[in-house]
């Protein structure tokens, strides 16, 4: 499972829904910060651009188109970057909430989480005393009784209204074993189309565990299930973000760092920006003498319908 000769595509993921401002001062929160760190990002070597939007007050998770509408439209202008829009969301949003900005958007790519699960992310609470805004400790220790929603209707929901309707390809995030097989389900049914971008997530409690044979294990049950037809990429929590993206590589796979998925940039550093998170892949990419793909061979490679047909 060597490295294919084919380009790798780097997305960076730039805030996200699971870290909270106290964690780190860079993690980016209004808009103007969004820009800024995914303008950095894309230059440093980012072809796809992931994003959730926050209350520029709080921090706080936000769905509101009105938020994200006040940084999509100057990443565009901005960079050719693909901007990928999060279905996902935040905890307790109903999916009608987490399809507002996206379907308001018309984007060229959006997340899609493969399945409901437990997700986790009370253990971090513990490692804070103090906080900057109210609403994090609660918010995190929260999640020991909360289930992440996507069934299967209402994947085939956003299927339908988002991929369908908007003519947006997905980025399929595949936290287990078993979220694959569900993707191989909707393939039989005709609700996805080839090629697919399958992200698989390392490292989350409630999912699968960041360990190598398990990487192995996700490759090879995708290979299984897909062929040739899909591209895979490689995302993992924490210290394992580097590691693991690296060897997802060597194994002719895509990755994806920045701030939602890890704020650390080296063991005891904080990344001051996700773009730093991207250059450092990137100079490990090309150490290991793999070409980064740009945003138009991005776009050619997971077949988007281009940067011109959004709505924003």
């Given at each position: 499972m060597a490295a294919s000769g084919k380009k790798?595509?780097?997305?960076?993921?730039?805030?996200?829904?699971?870290?909270?401002?106290?964690?780190?001062?860079?993690?980016?929160?209004?808009?103007?910060?969004?820009?800024?760190?995914?303008?950095?990002?894309?230059?440093?070597?980012?072809?796809?651009?992931?994003?959730?939007?926050?209350?520029?007050?709080?921090?706080?998770?936000?769905?509101?188109?009105?938020?994200?509408?006040?940084?999509?439209?100057?990443?565009?202008?901005?960079?050719?970057?693909?901007?990928?829009?999060?279905?996902?969301?935040?905890?307790?949003?109903?999916?009608?909430?987490?399809?507002?900005?996206?379907?308001?958007?018309?984007?060229?790519?959006?997340?899609?989480?493969?399945?409901?699960?437990?997700?986790?992310?009370?253990?971090?609470?513990?490692?804070?005393?103090?906080?900057?805004?109210?609403?994090?400790?609660?918010?995190?220790?929260?999640?020991?009784?909360?289930?992440?929603?996507?069934?299967?209707?209402?994947?085939?929901?956003?299927?339908?209204?988002?991929?369908e309707g908007c003519g947006t390809r997905f980025?399929?995030?595949?936290?287990?074993?078993?979220?694959?097989?569900?993707?191989?389900?909707?393939?039989?049914?005709?609700?996805?189309?080839?090629?697919?971008?399958?992200?698989?997530?390392?490292?989350?409690?409630?999912?699968?565990?960041?360990?190598?044979?398990?990487?192995?294990?996700?490759?090879?049950?995708?290979?299984?299930?897909?062929?040739?037809?899909?591209?895979?990429?490689?995302?993992?929590?924490?210290?394992?973000?580097?590691?693991?993206?690296?060897?997802?590589?060597?194994?002719?796979?895509?990755?994806?760092?920045?701030?939602?998925?890890?704020?650390?940039?080296?063991?005891?550093?904080?990344?001051?920006?996700?773009?730093?998170?991207?250059?450092?892949?990137?100079?490990?990419?090309?150490?290991?003498?793999?070409?980064?793909?740009?945003?138009?061979?991005?776009?050619?490679?997971?077949?988007?319908?281009?940067?011109?047909?959004?709505?924003?």
């Amino acid at each position: 499972m060597a490295a294919s000769g084919k380009k790798v595509i780097i997305s960076c993921a730039l805030t996200g829904s699971i870290h909270t401002p106290t964690m780190s001062d860079a993690l980016p929160v209004t808009p103007d910060e969004i820009v800024e760190q995914g303008v950095g990002a894309a230059e440093a070597g980012a072809a796809i651009l992931h994003l959730h939007a926050r209350d520029p007050r709080t921090g706080q998770p936000t769905p509101d188109p009105a938020v994200f509408m006040q940084f999509l439209p100057r990443l565009k202008q901005s960079t050719d970057a693909v901007l990928n829009i999060t279905t996902g969301g935040s905890l307790n949003m109903t999916v009608q909430e987490r399809l507002a900005a996206p379907l308001q958007a018309r984007p060229e790519m959006c997340s899609l989480n493969m399945g409901s699960m437990n997700f986790g992310i009370f253990p971090l609470a513990d490692r804070y005393k103090n906080w900057k805004h109210d609403w994090e400790e609660p918010y995190l220790r929260s999640t020991d009784d909360f289930i992440f929603r996507n069934t299967f209707r209402d994947i085939a929901y956003i299927l339908e209204h988002l991929g369908e309707g908007c003519g947006t390809r997905f980025e399929f995030e595949c936290y287990d074993v078993g979220h694959l097989y569900n993707l191989a389900h909707f393939l039989d049914r005709g609700l996805v189309k080839t090629p697919l971008f399958i992200q698989t997530i390392f490292g989350i409690l409630g999912g699968i565990g960041a360990e190598e044979r398990n990487l192995v294990f996700m490759r090879e049950t995708a290979d299984r299930l897909f062929g040739k037809d899909y591209e895979w990429s490689v995302l993992a929590a924490g210290r394992h973000q580097i590691p693991f993206t690296t060897m997802a590589a060597v194994m002719g796979g895509n990755v994806r760092v920045g701030l939602e998925d890890s704020l650390y940039l080296a063991k005891g550093r904080l990344a001051r920006n996700s773009a730093e998170q991207v250059a450092k892949i990137r100079r490990i990419l090309e150490e290991l003498s793999l070409e980064v793909a740009t945003p138009e061979e991005a776009r050619a490679m997971l077949h988007l319908k281009g940067a011109d047909q959004v709505a924003f």
